[in-house]
């Protein structure tokens, strides 16, 4: 992509253990246009939320990174945690899955939203980043948000922290906004009141966005491209569209064969679809296609490395199986 913002080639991530490496990313591609939004798709296991926390630099001391290439913004990066500390909370910044771990209990919503604006704006004073961060807090959808400022986390409910959290990462002016897993531990009604503030967010920001989840219904809101991850390798990528209505993967056809239908409740008899099998040890990789196991296509070719194909919607895909 010539416009890229971010470009990760080869991505891996491992962990030593007793005797055995824990390969959590293999070689994971990622790639993010100015002002795009993508979307990191796959079930609990796959890898996604490990690239949200590698390009933030916020993995584990023991993690083990590296990559073919990478670079953002323009400038070579390797990764190293100085280097992504620089970036965080100033070029990139997160909304996290869990609000009340994220925020801390002890300073008011105020007092965390003047503080996260400091390392972007050093000189300012303090009476302009409080009415900076109370404007935000409206703009997110917050009532009565002078009053809320004030206020400690734990007076808030489970949709208005995950507003608080989408205000602090939007006060610092980021050039790529991650959310890993944004509307998780919402309900229904207060996960599309969410969709709708980062909806709207996204026509008025230029800021690129990384939306990590699991629900193709999220990734279809709110996304122009995807990335489907598979035990920590991306089987599947392309422009959401032709990804969700036209899937390459067998995986991603089965991903999307679980997505849970909204009219059910008018079809009690109709079951549920599920992948059999499990994913994969990370420290007993298998050899050659690493879905092979839980395919229903699967043939003795599998036993090699599958190529990865492009399609001429865009897509591009790792299957011998060329799909129709």
Known sequence: MKDALVTIEGLNVSYRGSGRTAHILDGADITIGRGQSVGLVGESGSGKSTVAFAMLGLLADDAEVSADRAVFDGRETTFATQEMAALRGAD???IFQDPMTA???M????????DIQRRRFPRESRRKLWARAQTM??????QDAAARMRRYPHEFSGGMRQRV?????????????IADEPTTALDATIEAQVVEVLHRLRQRTAASMLIVSHSMGLIAELCDSVIVMYAGTVVESG????VLHHPRHPYTRALLACEVDPYAAFHPSQDLATIPGNVPDPARRPEGCIFAGRCPSRHDRCSDKPPRRPADSGQVYSCWLEAA
């Open 92 to 94: 990139i910044s997160m």
């Open 103 to 105: 925020l801390n209990p």
């Open 107 to 114: 300073f008011t919503v105020g007092t965390q939203l003047v």
């Open 137 to 142: 807090l409206a703009d997110v959808g917050m």
């Open 165 to 177: 959290m989408i205000a602090m990462a939007l006060l610092v002016e980021p050039k790529l906004l």
């Open 239 to 242: 422009p959401v569209r032709d």
